[in-house]
């Protein structure tokens, strides 16, 4: 079967560096996407990792090893708008679904 | 504002009621789509729809209806609901079935009590 492993919850400080990893169990898909989603909000796009390697987008990075079955969402300077949840997702090649992992919430304090 | 509207934004309805849930989206997108978010799980893909057609139902109760009268709206009618599908239900838009970078536009979502 399909499935994406996250950590369910993750704490840290303002001004923090936090990792958020992301494990899957797929026989093949075609990139890595992360989503954040505050409470009560809709869940907005970050970022989207095609190819093996780190992609930056200012204070968030995404990483992807297609060998590893692995990747993860690094979050640098934190500040407490960042506090939400962060959902990763692949599309599957053999179903063409967008699946999304289970989601993990971020608690970052003063 | 993401560009994708949903109302109402909470709704509470017996088993025996018929209620219908509204989507819009304002950015000329060709692919929308409807996701049930229950606690501690992850989004589930209901319906999916390309340019008015639906390309997918992934097994979902007939108690669920959507509806998709043009590209820029889509509705998710509810009738004879269970309290198990009590949960947030999302709809999203993208540029096309197959979205560019994965990207999905989402609505804030419309949180439904069945009781």
């Known amino acids: 079967g399909q499935s994406l492993e996250q950590p369910s919850e993750v704490t840290a400080v303002e001004g923090a560096i936090v990792q958020i990893n992301c494990t899957y169990q797929?026989?093949?898909?075609?990139?890595l996407s992360w989503y954040q989603q505050h409470d009560g909000g809709a869940p907005t796009f970050l970022s989207y990792n095609a190819l093996d390697g780190l992609e930056e987008t200012g204070r968030f990075s995404s990483f992807l090893s297609r060998s590893d079955s692995y990747g993860y969402l690094l979050l640098q300077e934190l500040q407490m708008k960042d506090s939400a949840s962060y959902f990763c997702?692949?599309?599957?090649?053999?179903?063409?679904?967008?699946?999304f992992g289970t989601g993990t919430r971020l608690q970052v304090f003063p | 504002e993401t560009g994708v509207t949903q109302t109402p934004r909470h709704l509470v309805m017996g088993m025996t009621n018929k209620k219908s849930l509204k989507c819009e989206q304002h950015l000329g997108h060709n692919a929308m789509y409807w996701y049930k978010q229950s606690a501690k799980k992850p989004l589930e893909l209901m319906f999916v729809?390309?340019?008015?057609?639906?390309?997918e139902n992934n097994s979902v109760p007939s108690r669920f209806s959507p509806e998709c009268p043009n590209s820029s709206h889509l509705f998710l009618h509810l009738h004879t609901l269970q309290p198990e599908d009590s949960a947030l239900y999302l709809c999203?838009?993208?540029?096309?079935?197959?979205?560019?970078?994965?990207?999905?536009?989402f609505g804030s979502g419309t949180q439904l009590s069945v009781l």
């Open positions: 999203a838009s993208s540029q096309d079935k197959r979205a560019t970078n994965e990207k999905l536009f």
């Open positions: 997702a692949v599309r599957d090649y053999n179903t063409d679904k967008l699946i």
């Open positions: 797929t026989s093949g898909f075609y990139g």
């Open positions: 729809y390309s340019l008015e057609e639906r390309v």
